[in-house]
């Protein structure tokens, strides 16, 4: 069994930064891609940003230039860091990895970003 942990998030005023983690627990030998996805109140869930095995990275275009993912394959963890917030940034966080070809998701974490 796999467990996703995200931790990091929190309340920050806009034009502020957060850096967000997923670790991973449990039978995790190998991440083949990990991923972050973000829902907001009466907005869909909508993919942030992802990172294959190779560290090829894809972006929503909502905060391309601004946020930046990354993986520590040794820590099995990833990573959001998230730079020059905006109050529509705030949703859960959702960290998303696939392992031994199954999807895992984390419980989410909140960010708040005030004005």
């Known amino acids: 069994q796999v467990q996703l942990v995200e931790s990091g998030g929190g309340l920050v005023q806009a034009g502020g930064s957060l850096r967000i983690s997923c670790a991973a627990s449990g039978s995790v030998f190998r991440i083949n891609a990990m991923g972050w996805y973000r829902q907001a109140p009466g907005k869909q869930r909508e993919l942030v940003a992802t990172?294959?095995?190779?560290?090829?990275?894809n972006y929503a275009d909502s905060v391309k230039g601004r946020f930046t993912i990354s993986r520590d394959n040794a820590k099995k963890t990833g990573y959001l860091q998230m730079n020059s917030l905006k109050p529509e940034d705030t949703a859960v966080y959702y960290c998303?990895?696939?392992?031994?070809?199954?999807?895992?998701w984390g419980q989410g974490t909140q960010v708040t970003v005030s004005s």
């Open positions: 990172i294959t095995s190779d560290g090829t990275t």
């Open positions: 998303n990895a696939m392992v031994v070809n199954t999807l895992y």
